[in-house]
């Protein structure tokens, strides 16, 4: 089997079947589970504690029409407004719903409770107020509403991103969300993983294995079998992440909508599309939904050229700290020109780029090898020509190139330095040594 | 089997080895002498490829130092260790691979040196929950495992207890009558007397001094020679030899005494037997070790 091939198994299976690596594996997609649920369940408070709300109609226009829904009953009340705000003191889960008469003259509606409602109880409410506000109204002025509701036109406005290539569904905010997550989880990433490489390099250094090895193979193949390894690592990390949080997260929605959709349905007439559209869901669905929207075939693959690339380039610099270094103290002083340009670009990329997509300094950014992996990444969403993305893509592999040979130069002598503080004075001697 | 050639290592403003050349023999056992930082390591290093020199040429069987020889050399570094995490067994194979061995056939080599050793039962063992004395045994393995036909070790008894230190030797001698040849590098002379065919001392970058061990004892014999006698030793100045030193312990005098050259031993006894009774007469053959620190000093 060829060489580089045996150390790159070995980096990967070693890191693979760490018990860390699991744990992140799986913590990870449960996490975002956990807090989708936990946005789910904040919105829909209640569930099976369905708050009942008493009526009180002085205005006698809503008199017992409210409907029961799955987030609230309704129960007409005959107590007075006093009576009944002593009993909202008294009882911790009254909800008074006062309707005052002067309610169409501008008379405010008022919920009395203990406790905040929740949003979906009060958008139930309002929903229903003005439905049968408006019934009431139509019939006042002579109207009737079921004629009205057969010549109300059904328009949407249908937001579309026209290009050379053609037109496509605009991917509005959730895709740019997508693109943050993914520069976030880039930058992230690039530190963990290349950290993974410095350490896996001192820690060959300090135990003395690596000159066992590097008798066996060349340096610049234990280096590149060592970054290619934990590259798969993190791509499987990734992968995992994405299947499991795809699969969690479908079953998670079968359980947590299934009734609502059920209901949902039977609530909204056939002929009633656009109120479909306006009838609350909470903010679950509507995630959901929005991701749906987000072309993943385009994002994902855009994502992991750029992790690759970005991993391939930043891992080398690291590989040669980790070459140069004995301890992992030792590591701050080199590590500083490594993390600046990342933290550069990604405090631009949330301040500076997601406002001004197309300025120079945004074109700049995604272009430059050392900055593109996360500036691209939060451009993408708003449509980046086909050239730059391809300019960049180039420029970031010939980027990595360039930083392994580097590295590559520093990486053969330092490994072999033992018990030496360096500076980078020393580390340019090194990059100049015949081999 | 391994011709040196002028070879010559600068590092920025270090010239690491200056024009060193060295033939070893098919068979033998070499020691590579030198104090430390004498480039002892650059040369050791440069021989397993690790690095290249910058002039002068390695040749192996006659051919050229290529990387198809990497498998055929064994090397046990001064700086030596092994991944912390990784269980023996798994961690043998991956060395063994990495010197071209096929898995089944670095499976079966493993099984048999670890069962040589007596270890069979630190195949899942880590690294970490070895001692120091065991571990060295692992690298030793690791360092013969595919069957070279050289090999290299630096240092190899420091940190050795006597016990596994004999092991060691035994195996090594072993390994040379099975037809391996040995580079030794060390400073510790006690080891290549026991050893040794051949040496080379590097001092300072550059070879001082090489042969065999016997002939270059043989080189620094100054005919001095040690001995005992009772009785009382009359007239002590003479043209023939020069007393180094004296010494009277218990009635018994010890000389230590150089024949000037033109005399033999035989006139040194000549001279002596009429007056005192000699007890005892040795030759003083200098140790490498003596060899060694006045080379070193010189």
């Known amino acids: 089997m060829n060489k580089t091939l045996l150390i790159i198994q070995r980096e990967y299976l070693s890191r693979v079947k760490k018990k860390a690596f699991l744990i992140m594996t799986f913590l990870v997609p449960l996490l975002i589970i956990a807090m989708y649920a936990l946005i789910f369940f904040l919105s829909m408070r209640g569930g099976d504690n369905t708050p009942t709300v008493e009526v009180i109609d002085e205005s006698g226009i809503f008199n017992k029409s409210f409907e029961n829904k799955r987030s609230v009953n309704f129960k007409s009340s005959t107590l007075s407004l006093s009576e009944a705000k002593k009993k909202v003191i008294n009882e911790e889960e009254a909800f008074i719903l006062f309707i005052p008469k002067d309610i169409k003259s501008g008379g405010s509606i008022e919920l009395f409770a203990q406790k905040n409602a929740g949003l979906s109880v009060i958008s139930s409410i309002e929903n229903q107020l003005n439905e049968q506000m408006r019934v009431k109204l139509l019939q006042d002025a002579g109207i009737d509403s079921e004629t009205l509701d057969k010549i109300k036109p059904n328009l949407s406005v249908v937001s579309k991103e026209l290009t050379v290539e053609g037109e496509k569904d605009s991917s509005s905010g959730a895709a740019m969300a997508v693109g943050f997550a993914a520069a ?130 930043y891992s080398a610099l690291f590989a040669a700290v980790g070459s140069a270094v004995e301890t992992d103290t030792e590591t701050q002083q080199f590590m500083l020109p490594i993390t600046l340009p990342l933290l550069f670009t990604y405090i631009m990329s949330f301040s500076f780029i997601v406002n001004n997509p197309d300025s120079s300094l945004s074109f700049w950014l995604s272009i430059i090898p050392f900055t593109s992996p996360i500036a691209m990444m939060v451009r993408l969403p708003f449509g980046v020509p086909n050239w730059e993305l391809a300019l960049s893509i180039v420029l970031l592999i010939g980027g990595f190139l360039f930083t392994t040979w580097v590295a590559s130069r520093i990486y053969r002598v330092g490994i072999l330095m033992y018990g030496k503080k360096v500076s980078f004075k020393e580390l340019g001697k090194w990059f100049m040594y015949n081999e | ?84 995490k990784m269980e023996i067994g798994e961690q043998m194979l991956y060395l063994a691979q990495l010197k071209g061995l096929s898995k089944s056939d670095a499976t079966l080599k493993i099984k048999h040196w670890f069962e040589k050793m007596e270890i069979e039962s630190w195949w899942h063992k880590k690294v970490e929950d070895l001692s120091k004395g065991m571990q060295q045994k692992v690298q030793f393995i690791a360092t013969v495992v595919h069957d070279p036909k050289l090999i290299i070790l630096d240092e190899p008894f420091s940190g050795f207890d006597p016990v596994n230190a004999q092991l060691i030797t035994d195996e090594i001698l072993d390994l040379n009558k099975k037809g391996a040849t040995i580079i030794f590098s060390t400073h510790r002379m006690e080891s290549v007397e026991q050893l040794c065919d051949s040496i080379a001392l590097i001092h300072q970058s550059k070879k001082i001094l090489d042969g065999k061990v016997k002939d270059i004892k043989n080189q620094y014999r100054n005919n001095t020679y040690r001995i005992s006698f009772s009785g009382k030793l009359e007239r002590q100045e003479n043209d ?22 033109g005399h033999s031993v035989n006139d040194l006894l000549h001279y002596l037997m009429p007056q005192v009774q000699i007890s005892e007469l040795m030759e003083i053959i200098p140790s490498m070790n003596d060899i060694f620190i006045q080379n070193v000093k010189n």
């Open chain 2, 1 to 84: 089997m391994l011709s040196i050639r002028n070879i010559v290592k600068q590092y920025a403003k270090h010239r690491a080895l200056d024009n060193v050349s060295i033939e070893i023999e098919d068979g033998s056992i070499f020691g590579l002498l030198g104090p430390n930082g004498a480039g002892k390591t650059s040369l050791i290093r440069i021989i397993n490829q690790i690095t290249a020199p910058d002039q002068g040429e390695i040749f192996l069987k006659g051919e050229k130092l290529n990387p198809k020889h990497i498998s055929m050399i064994g090397y046990l570094p001064e700086e030596r260790g092994l991944y912390k």
């Open chain 2, 240 to 261: 023939f030899f020069t007393i180094n030193s004296e010494k009277l312990d218990d009635g018994i005098t010890h000389l230590t005494i150089q024949i000037k050259s």
């Open chain 1, 184 to 313: 976030i989880l880039i930058y992230m990433s690039l530190f963990i993983y290349g950290i993974q490489v410095m350490r896996g390099i001192i820690e060959e250094k300090t135990s003395r294995i690596v000159e066992v090895v590097i008798s066996s193979v060349k340096p610049f193949q234990l280096m590149m079998g060592k970054i290619i390894g934990i590259g798969l690592v993190g791509l499987t990390q990734f992968l995992l992440w994405i299947v499991l949080s795809v699969g969690l997260m479908s079953i998670a929605s079968t359980i947590l909508f299934k009734d609502q959709v059920e209901q949902e349905k039977s609530e909204i007439p056939m002929a009633d599309q656009s109120a479909a559209a306006a009838t609350p869901k909470g903010p679950g669905t509507d995630i959901l939904k929005a991701l749906q929207t987000v072309e993943w075939n385009y994002i994902l693959p855009a994502f992991i050229v750029f992790f690759l690339g970005g991993y391939m380039l």
